[in-house]
């Protein structure tokens, strides 16, 4: 192997390396305000970015959408759905979006992006799901396996944040 092929291969072996090493942590390090997921079913929100500071909220939902306004460090400092802003570890965050049902009553969820196809099923507010994709104004959301489309007036986490 010639000594240029050889640093060619250590040099490549260097890079991916240090690419899958800030892969996780790159994927919430992008401009702000974005959406992020609760990676735990207990996550602590607290006053202030560290673990001195008071527990503010203890959230019990796994996936739940939180939107992330600044980051200090490795803490974020985020708003939830009804508002409330505190800050949150990077590592108790996912980049995954999720998807909370909001508003009055059940939604109907479709099997297309589109009034008039078929039901699948009714959630109510307060169901959480994986926010899949979003096209014309509805979102294909994933609630423990089962798909459908809702009107994206309808999700707290989709669109732009």
Do not use: H
Not at 78 to 88: A, K, L, Q, T
Not at 104 to 111: F, Y
Not at 153 to 161: N, S
Request: hydrophobic fraction near 45%; include cysteine.
């Amino acid at each position: 192997m010639t000594a240029f092929r050889l640093f060619a291969v250590l040099a490549l072996t260097v890079f991916l390396g240090l690419v899958i090493a800030t892969d996780g942590a790159s994927a919430q390090d992008r401009e702000t305000p974005y959406w992020a997921s609760l990676r735990y079913d207990e996550v602590r929100m607290r006053v202030g970015p560290s673990q001195e500071y008071p527990i503010e909220w203890v959230y019990k939902r796994k996936g739940l959408p939180v939107k992330v306004v600044r980051v200090r460090e490795s803490w974020r400092f985020v708003e939830d759905p009804e508002g409330d802003r505190g800050w949150i570890a990077r590592s108790q965050l996912v980049p995954d979006r999720g998807a909370l049902v909001v508003g009055e009553g059940l939604v109907d969820m479709r099997a297309a992006a589109n009034p008039a196809s078929a039901l699948r099923w009714r959630a109510e507010p307060g169901v959480v799901g994986k926010l899949l994709r979003c096209e014309a104004n509805w979102c294909e959301i994933d609630v423990a396996g089962r798909i459908g489309w809702a009107p994206q007036e309808r999700l707290w986490g989709a669109g732009e944040p």
